[in-house]
């Protein structure tokens, strides 16, 4: 209830400042790699992968040239991340190495899952969520029961979703919040599943500093379970 309320406390003023920046990044290159309804719905009977926090886009733009078979959406609410992410799917575009199966979101996890379908996503991927360190910030954690209420009109059967933090705090929170949840697998010692993804630059600095790697893999069934 706190977190919901803090979401709507701040959705008009952040809105408000997303529909300026989202003016600004239709003038950059590569705009028309933003999401829109109409790519939504083209894609309406492929299933649909979720970067959630995608940042600079490395992991997204990586996973999309391995698989160009599957569809990707990063989503992330910072400005500068999602112009750098335009910028570099322009630059595919001008190396006659463009990528049709990559649209990027800027703003909230939230609003983009109202855009959608149901049943529609394959994958979630959520890299290095902000970990908000400070207790008044706590509630800003991305890795929470409303995230996981949102998703799940959303899912596929079989639907899986990746986490992983270097933080240790974080990862027992987020350890807390997955053991309550409802119509999900959680898989034990998950660390080998992400061995094939690409890795993300904060991944990379991590191991650089020996910062350990916590790796979370859930798998949804509506199936209650026997």
Known sequence: EELEAFVDANARYVNSVRKRDTEKLRLCPGSHWLSDGLWTKSIEHHPLNLDIGAGMGRFLLGEAEKHPERFYLGIDPDYQCARKV????????SLNRPLP?????????????????????????????????????????????????????????????????????????????????????????????FGELTPTLYQEKAAARGQPRFCFHLRYSSKPCA
């Open 86 to 93: 335009l910028e570099k799917l322009s630059r595919h575009e």
């Open 101 to 193: 199966n990559v649209r990027f979101h800027y703003g909230s996890v939230y609003d983009s899952l109202e855009e959608m379908p149901e049943k529609c996503l394959f994958r979630i991927y959520l890299n290095y969520p902000d970990p908000w360190f400070k207790k008044r910030h706590k509630r800003r954690r991305i890795v929470s029961p409303l995230l996981f209420d949102a998703l799940k009109p959303h899912l596929l059967e079989g639907s899986e979703i990746f986490i992983q933090t270097d933080d240790t705090e974080y990862a027992e929170f987020i350890g807390s919040i997955l053991a309550g949840l409802t119509g999900f697998q959680i898989t034990e010692n998950a660390n080998p599943l």
